[in-house]
């Protein structure tokens, strides 16, 4: 079945970037994102990248996908304490409507001082 | 953005008992919607697909007659949790999918989730 692997902890220090890796398996994954889930949040849609992409910016955030390798990361410049959180990696073979997602274990984005 | 609610926020309950999870969409409407469960350190798994107005689509190794689901209204499923056991503990978040005017696409609302503790 479908497989979302990525690792459970990721500490840097404040104004480093952070990078957030994950692996996949399902070749008809279409759609990749990138969630943010914050202590008593719900799950915040950080940005999405289709699987005909290879790179996607938008601002701090930094998305490339190796599609042959199924690996995405998620790229956060200048780390603020603000970024702290539990970022998961979610894949879908269609949009966001038909289907549930499948989602990695999360990361969990340690800040330092 | 879209804003979808779940209610209650928390709840402790005794073995054996049911326990009664909703859903809401608060700003738009929602034929579909998602049931998932996140264990400590782990993903969530998706349970369930819930329709409005037809049963609900359950994923493979969730008991339907363990998790009823009903999507009473085109903002509103609910997730009942029968006959709870301790290991029916769990972090329960539910999602619906809406229209992002600010991105232009179609994405997943999430709600904040319902923590279930049965002792």
């Known amino acids: 079945g479908e497989d979302v692997e990525q690792s459970l902890f990721l500490s840097v220090r404040e104004g480093d970037s952070s990078v957030i890796n994950c692996t996949y398996t399902?070749?008809?994954?279409?759609?990749l994102y990138w969630y943010k889930q914050e202590p008593g949040a719900g799950l915040q849609l950080l940005t999405y990248i289709f699987s005909n992409m290879d790179m996607k910016q938008d601002q701090r955030l930094t998305v490339l996908l190796n599609k042959k390798d199924k690996h995405l990361s998620l790229r956060i410049a200048d780390t603020q304490t603000g970024d702290s959180a539990i970022y998961f990696c979610a894949e879908s073979p269609t949009g966001g409507g038909a289907d549930g997602l499948t989602f990695g274990k999360g990361t969990h984005l340690i800040i330092q001082p | 953005g879209a804003v979808v609610s779940q209610h209650p926020s928390w709840v402790i309950c005794k073995s054996g008992t049911s326990v009664k999870i909703e859903c809401r969409s608060l700003d738009f409407q929602a034929t579909t919607m998602f049931w998932y469960r996140q264990f400590p350190k782990q993903s969530l798994m998706l349970m369930a697909t819930s329709n409005e107005g037809s049963k609900a689509t359950y994923e493979q190794g969730v008991e339907k007659d363990k998790f009823l689901i009903n999507h009473a209204s085109l903002t509103l499923s609910t997730l009942t949790v029968t006959s709870a056991h301790p290991e029916d503990s769990s972090f329960y978040i539910c999602?619906?999918?809406?229209?992002?005017w600010g991105g232009g696409y179609n994405e997943q609302f999430f709600g904040p989730g319902t923590r279930l503790t049965v002792l």
């Open positions: 999602s619906a999918p809406g229209y992002s």
């Open positions: 399902d070749s008809s994954s279409t759609y």
